[in-house]
């Protein structure tokens, strides 16, 4: 069995049925009672129905100018929420005050929380000090399930993510109980634009490739 959608050339998937051909790699063409199974989930669940139908509105109705912040916005407004959750890394509490204040002038409900919250040193979760990023010094860690569990608490119709770090954000998907969307991904090196590493993976970011490269 192998799945490998970014090899595909065919796109069969965008056309009416029958119109093309899938390719062998196809998930739909080697699991197709999976994907029947999820349609007649989507058929059959109102809530899933909802935010399938909402992202679809939201999508058709910013494309292609609006920016992600007026998507989410738009999707904000769609799922009639009246809550929203702001899960921040504490690097972007800036990034996150506008966005929190932007929120609020569309007339939300807005909770932030910040990645460092509860002040737990490393060395309780068995980090040594020498894996600090500043031996010596005192280092909380970050905790994306307290910042999900607060905004739980609260009960907040949707999560927006700014800037958590590479698994801290998985660890604050897997814990929230409210959809959750992306605003911001966080990239240091690139300005918080994650495909600039690939668009140039074969100049300036050759050194993203493994050993097994194909040719």
């Known amino acids: 069995m192998e ?15 029958g119109a093309h051909a899938h390719p062998k790699f196809c998930p739909e063409r080697q699991e197709p ?24 509105r939201t999508e058709a109705a910013g494309y292609p ?4 912040l007026e ?24 990034e996150a005050r506008i966005a929190q204040e932007i929120f609020e002038s569309h007339g939300f409900q807005v909770y932030s929380v910040c990645c460092k919250v509860g002040g737990i040193p ?23 399930a307290a910042q999900a569990r607060l905004l739980n608490h609260i009960g907040v119709g949707l ?5 958590l770090c590479v698994g ?3 660890i604050f998907f897997k814990y929230s109980e409210a959809p959750a969307t992306v605003l911001i991904a966080k990239d240091r090196v690139s300005g918080h634009n994650p495909a600039a590493a ?18």
């Open 3 to 17: 799945f490998k959608c970014a090899y595909c050339e065919v796109r069969a998937c965008c056309e009416e049925a």
């Open 33 to 56: 009672a999976v994907v029947d199974a999820v349609r007649q989930e989507i058929n059959s669940d109102p809530e899933l129905q909802r935010l399938m139908a909402a992202s679809a």
């Open 65 to 68: 100018l609006a920016s992600r």
């Open 71 to 94: 998507n989410t916005l738009d999707f904000a407004h769609r799922l009639n929420v009246e809550k929203l959750g702001i899960a921040t890394c504490v690097g972007l509490l800036r």
């Open 122 to 144: 490393k060395e309780e979760i068995g980090l040594l000090d020498s894996e600090k990023l500043r031996p010596g010094a005192f280092e909380p860690i970050c905790d994306p």
């Open 159 to 163: 999560n927006v993510v700014i800037g």
């Open 168 to 170: 801290h954000d998985s």
């Open 198 to 215: 690939l668009y140039t993976a074969h100049s300036y970011y050759k050194r993203v490739w493994g050993p097994h490269k194909r040719s």
